[in-house]
């Protein structure tokens, strides 16, 4: 939510503020916050593409497979911040679930631990 | 967490994706190491620009400019389909330390690579995972040209416990990298079956 105290920015701010455009301004998303690995799936087909902004769309067609938070960010080439943002848009709209690995719940449990330390091995 | 979805593409078993850390000073190879092992991919993320950061980046002209555009890497590992280990280099300088918060939580481990003509640039990411009790091993990226210490001379320098793994490695190759990562991973387990878990949040 803007606040009066925020400070705004100007056209002199640079690169960071275009990117926010796409979310009209907006630098915090909604609901609970995820990790930089959580996976993000898209739930089902959307049937009304052309509600959505084409950002959007990108994002959504790029968790049509399990795929985390830094993945898709990097993919579509936009700030994280803004990706974040977009995310927990479509997760309002309940077009993609992102999910928290259950790993991260605590430290990694040593039967991962030794999955990792085989599969490292295995390269 | 509602993970047990079963109405979503290729959702049989869990996509397990796992985070390992790489710190240290600037320059030290952390790009190369990954590099080395996996496929970088870049991300962009966004830095307030705090005091420390005014005084070393030029702000002149934009004044009123309070966050900057970070490039930062990570590579991918693709262990198994459902298994994806994924390696975030973290920049040095403590004026980072808000996106290693981030970072750290549920991390499974931490790798300070360090260089020993500058082994203070390792300083505050040792000081950080000390503190936060996240679990690291160290690296010593062999330079050409750098002197070889004994690794028992650094332990001193970096006033490190005499458990903590300190290995030399060329952040150039593979083979080297991935024992690197093996290295870590082996220290976590014994860690592991050391204390229990204990109530870090």
């Not at chain 1, 593409?49 to 936009?78: G, K, M, N, Y």
């Not at chain 2, 000073?25 to 620009?49: D, N, W």
């Not at chain 2, 001193?156 to 690197?180: F, G, N, Q």
């Amino acid at each position: 939510m803007p606040s009066n105290d925020e400070r705004w920015l100007d056209a002199e701010a640079g690169p960071v503020v275009r990117p926010y455009a796409l979310t009209q301004g907006r630098t915090r998303h909604t609901g609970d916050s995820f990790d930089l690995v959580a996976t993000v799936m898209a739930t089902r087909i959307f049937g009304d593409p052309s509600s959505l902004a084409p950002e959007h769309i990108s994002v959504l067609q790029l968790a049509r497979v399990p795929t985390t938070v830094a993945d898709i960010a990097s993919d579509v080439d936009l700030p994280l911040g803004v990706v974040r943002i977009i995310l927990a848009d479509l997760r309002e709209l309940g077009l993609v679930v992102i999910s928290t690995p259950v790993v991260m719940a605590e430290r990694v449990d040593k039967h991962t631990l030794r999955e990792v330390l085989n599969g490292l091995r295995g390269l | 967490m509602d993970y047990g979805v079963s109405d979503v593409a290729g959702g049989d078993r869990q996509y397990r994706a796992i985070k390992i850390l790489l710190a240290g000073g600037f320059g030290v190879g952390k790009t190369t190491l990954v590099g080395a092992v996996s496929e970088i991919r870049p991300l962009r993320t966004e830095e307030p620009l705090t005091e420390g950061s005014l005084r070393t980046d030029s702000t002149v002209g934009v004044e009123g400019k309070t966050t900057t555009t970070v490039a930062m890497d990570f590579g991918r590992i693709s262990l198994r389909s459902d298994l994806v280990l994924y390696l975030f280099g973290t920049p040095g300088q403590q004026r980072f330390w808000f996106m290693w918060d981030e970072l750290a939580i549920g991390a499974l481990g931490a790798v300070v690579l360090a260089d020993t003509r500058r082994l203070a640039d390792s300083f505050p990411a040792i000081d950080y995972f000390e503190r936060r009790q996240i679990p690291f091993i160290v690296a010593l990226n062999c330079f050409e040209g750098a002197r070889r210490y004994e690794t028992e001379d650094v332990r001193l320098a970096l006033d490190l416990d005499p458990d903590l793994p300190i290995i030399l490695c060329d952040a150039r190759s593979k083979e080297s990298a991935k024992e690197v990562l093996i290295a870590l991973v082996e220290h976590v387990l014994v860690t592991a079956s050391e204390e229990p878990l204990s109530g870090i949040a």
